[in-house]
């Protein structure tokens, strides 16, 4: 099994500053999103929306044609969408056509094939399938483009006795998790105190997520006291720590939980996906005398 979450996440440090703390991290995020290609969510919104497109195709191209639909979902472009592609399985696990690159697979028997982290996700296709027409199954796959192990999501329907799916890359941790996963690290720490820090420490726990992660920082050392992307930083105190333009983000930070409990910050930071230096947005709840922060990418600096 295949673990690169430490690799993953080990590029990414802390949360900065930049802009003026604003809004309250308990909120939802704003309807009025912020304008295209530095959006990562209207981005994942959009391969939502082609990846259901596709499938609707497929869907009606099979009641169409019956299995005779295998060939044409197996031949390169007519039932493809760029990176998107439709494969199809029996309820047996069966593997009958492909678009992309798991056409290798065409005839072998998948439902006890793991994702790169050992997740049984074709079993839970066909399992899920048997309830229920459509679903959604979350796994991690090499993305050919980036060349690392993301999570990607397969979105399948039932179709007579097919099963026809469209999977699409989700690898990027969006705003409203990030938020999410700051209150319910907010939550922990309220409920366990300093026990909690283990569990942000954790890898492998439900405190890293992807290129998510929970740190905190003691206000008044400037030490770490947990970092789920970085264990090295803890422990270290980060007071001079600057961000790839040479703000001083820590400061600021800490600038800024003092004059309020809670907001949002933004630094420049290099994405350990992409590898290219990007916005990261930073919400923050303080907590006494530590803060606690989950931040995430928000596309290109400029």
């Known amino acids: 099994m295949i673990c690169l979450r430490p690799l993953l996440l080990a590029a990414g440090v802390l949360a900065g500053a930049g802009l003026p703390p604003h809004g309250l991290a308990a909120e939802p995020p704003s309807p009025r999103a912020p304008a295209a290609a530095a959006n990562p969510e209207k981005a994942e919104r959009a391969d939502i929306a082609r990846a259901e497109a596709l499938l609707d195709k497929a869907e009606a191209f099979y009641r169409e044609k019956g299995q005779r639909a295998h060939a044409a979902f197996s031949r390169s472009g007519e039932f493809q969408d760029g990176e998107l592609y ?100 907010v939550h922990e720490f309220k409920q366990h105190g300093e026990r909690a820090f283990e569990r942000f420490n954790d890898l492998n726990g439900s405190f890293v997520q992807e290129d998510l992660y929970v740190f905190v920082l003691d206000m008044d050392s400037q030490v770490i006291r947990a970092h789920g992307g970085m264990p090295r930083m803890i422990d270290r105190p980060v007071g001079e720590l600057t961000d790839a333009t040479g703000k001083p983000f820590i400061r600021e930070m800490i600038q800024a939980a003092r004059a309020r409990d809670e907001g949002r910050l933004e630094y420049a930071w290099r994405n350990p996906l992409t590898q290219k230096m990007e916005r990261k947005q930073t919400w923050f709840v303080r907590v006494g005398k530590q803060i606690i922060a989950v931040g995430a990418y928000a596309g290109p600096l400029n």
């Open 86 to 185: 439709v494969y199809v399985l029996d309820p047996a696990g069966n593997f009958l056509a492909s678009g992309g690159s798991s056409v290798t697979l065409i005839g072998r028997n998948v439902r006890n094939m793991p994702d790169a982290r050992g997740k049984l996700f074709f079993r839970e296709i066909l399992d899920g399938a048997k309830t229920r027409r459509t679903g959604l199954v979350e796994y991690h796959w090499l993305n050919a483009r980036s060349g690392q192990i993301e999570r990607k999501t397969a979105s399948y329907r039932v179709v007579d006795e097919s099963i026809l799916v469209v999977g699409y890359y989700t690898s990027r941790g969006t705003a409203e998790q990030a938020r999410s996963l700051l209150w319910a690290a």
